[in-house]
């Protein structure tokens, strides 16, 4: 079964740092694209960070480059794979819902997995 679980999500105050985990299990996704994604209340879901399957290149939106770090670490012998976020210089428009997802190929088909979602609340 095929799960993405994140982790790290809390309050903090403006200016202030949370790193978000995303563990994911199932299959192996050392093959994937992973990325971050958030939604804040009342509006859509938008893009913040992705990774490449070897980390050899990293996108950010522009609202978060310099303040925000993607990593990942592959799995080895299809053991779990782990995304991260760092997230450092908070501001409140980072409050947000923040999704963990995976993006690959099998078979010619295109698979996208996401988490449930962990809270980051930014207070001014």
């Known amino acids: 079964q095929v799960q993405l679980v994140e982790s790290g999500g809390g309050l903090v105050q403006a200016g202030g740092s949370l790193r978000l985990s995303c563990s994911a299990s199932g299959r192996p996704f050392d093959s994937y694209a992973m990325g971050w994604f958030r939604q804040a209340p009342g509006k859509e879901r938008e893009f913040v960070a992705g990774?490449?399957?070897?980390?050899?290149?990293?996108?950010?939106?522009?609202s978060v480059e310099g303040r925000f770090t993607i990593s990942r670490d592959n799995a080895r012998d299809n053991a779990k794979s782990t995304l991260y976020l760092q997230m450092d210089n908070l501001k409140p428009e980072d409050t947000a819902v923040y999704y963990c997802?995976?993006?690959?190929?099998?078979?010619?088909?295109?698979?996208?997995?996401w988490g449930k979602g962990t809270l980051v609340t930014v207070s001014s």
């Open positions: 990774i490449r399957w070897d980390s050899a290149a990293t996108y950010y939106t522009e």
């Open positions: 997802n995976a993006l690959g190929t099998v078979l010619a088909s295109t698979m996208s997995y």
